[in-house]
């Protein structure tokens, strides 16, 4: 268990110095602070130079009442569809290709090889998922903070009252746990698969075509996430919101509408047993296949691995 904590730990120091996690954590959230902000900043200020406007006018009517300004409730559902959906991929795609490109580059500096003298390679994969989850969790803290942060100093009082009645239509007790889970399922699956992936790899070349293979499921779960916002109740879109390797995305957008409490039980449980499944199965290809540095491993020697295991 100790072992498998410093791999935990040495995952999250090292990214988390890296100056390119400083520059994304930083830059992400301000630029899309900035670009949904700053036009209606300017926008403000514009309007200040012209107090007895008619824009002016409305304006002042509109802050006095607050309610006025919401969204209706489909374009609020619309929004939170796409950002959760959206959200959502964004994260299991980011962390989930650090995995991969981690293992590639220390199986080609053969790091690795001296790792796993001391720790099997099954607990370093582990601890690798583990520590780079912690990592991303980090991140997405970071990002919220910084664009409520910079949101607030661009718009004052008027983006509390906005971002205020916008949280209020929102039930965290629900969406919090859910995002949470369907984050580290949907990372535990492709990141397991991608560390497999790597591991049997030896060029960045070679898991070009296959990374694009395992990523088409999560590409279709944005395109029918579209779809979800005319009719959350299709079958397409149901039928995707339970498939463990869509459920993550789509799941998450049908959240947005209102989801009957079996279907989200049976998504569940349906990815909680695919990610068990497919870490065993990734475990056993990534412990035969990071001993194979400079040899290139068939699709036939995978599958006897997997056959053969215990």
């Known amino acids: 268990m100790n072992e498998l904590f410093h791999v935990i730990q040495r995952e999250y120091r090292t990214r988390i110095r890296m100056k390119s996690f400083i520059v994304i954590t930083l830059l992400t959230p301000l630029l899309l602070s900035f670009l949904f902000t700053l036009p209606t900043h300017f926008a403000r200020q514009h309007e200040d130079y012209q107090p007895t406007s008619a824009v002016s006018i409305e304006r002042k009517a509109l802050e ?3 309610e006025k300004t919401q969204l209706p409730n489909n374009q609020f559902q619309h929004f939170l569809c796409m950002a959760l959906g959206t959200g959502i991929y964004l994260c299991i795609f980011l962390f989930s290709s650090q995995v991969m490109r981690g293992v590639l580059e220390e199986k080609s500096n053969r790091i690795v090889e001296l790792i796993i003298t001391s720790i099997s390679p099954v607990r370093f ?5 583990i520590g780079i989850a912690l990592l991303g969790l980090t991140q997405i803290a970071c990002w919220l903070l910084v664009m409520y942060g910079v949101t607030y100093c661009l718009s ?3 983006a509390t009252g906005l971002i205020g009645g916008f949280m209020d239509r929102i039930d965290f007790r629900v969406i919090i746990p859910a995002f949470l889970f369907f984050f580290i399922g949907g990372y535990l699956l492709y990141s397991s698969v991608f560390a497999a992936i790597a591991a049997a790899a030896n060029h960045n070349d070679d898991i070009q075509q296959v990374t694009l293979i395992v990523t088409i499921p999560l590409i279709l779960s944005v395109i029918v996430l579209s779809s979800a916002i005319n009719t959350p109740d299709s079958s397409l879109v149901y039928w995707f919101s ?3 390797f869509t459920s993550p995305v789509v799941m998450m957008g049908r959240m947005a509408y209102g989801v009957p409490f079996q279907d989200v039980l049976l998504s569940i449980l349906l990815l909680a047993a695919t990610v068990v499944l497919m870490i065993w199965i990734s475990g056993k290809v990534y412990r035969m296949a990071i001993l194979y540095t ?11 691995w997997i056959s053969n295991a215990s």
Request: avoid cysteine; proline fraction near 8%.
């Open 294 to 304: 400079g040899k290139k491993v068939s699709m036939k020697e995978i599958i006897s």
């Open 64 to 66: 006095e009442a607050p």
């Open 242 to 244: 339970i498939i463990p």
């Open 156 to 158: 004052g009082d008027s």
């Open 125 to 129: 994969m582990t601890g690798k998922i």
